[in-house]
């Protein structure tokens, strides 16, 4: 659980180029409609420069709703690839023709909510 939150806090970092992840419960208007999000709470995001990258983080039900963003994601024209889920994280990587998608699903140990990150890239 720690080597992939270190992977997603590095993707984050990368893809916001130094920028920091919201907390205030949006979205970056310039997020892409194109890539669907799992219902839940939005806890905040992130864009970085001029269209490099886009961080949307959402409190869901559980680990079980990975599944259904990876239904959502491969039915918006998406591939999976590196798809793997244990008892507490669940993450993989979609490619489509214009994005690629980074989703994690992970628990937090303080609080026990599942949160899903997206880490979205331009091709």
Do not use: I, K
């Amino acid at each position: 659980m720690e080597s992939v939150r270190g992977t997603v806090e590095e993707a984050v970092g990368d893809v916001l180029g130094g920028a920091s992840v919201s907390t205030d419960g949006t979205l970056p208007d310039s997020f892409p409609a194109e890539v669907p999000l799992l219902d839940g709470t939005v806890r905040g995001g992130g864009a970085g420069p001029e269209g490099t990258g886009w961080v949307a983080q959402l409190t869901v039900g559980s680990l079980d709703d990975f599944a259904t963003a990876q239904t959502q994601l491969e039915g918006a024209g998406y591939t999976a690839s590196g798809v793997n889920t244990d008892g507490d994280t669940a993450l993989g990587t979609f490619t489509g023709s214009t994005y690629r998608v980074l989703l994690t699903l992970t628990t937090q140990a303080s609080d026990g909510a599942v949160v899903a990150t997206y880490v979205v890239t331009p091709l």
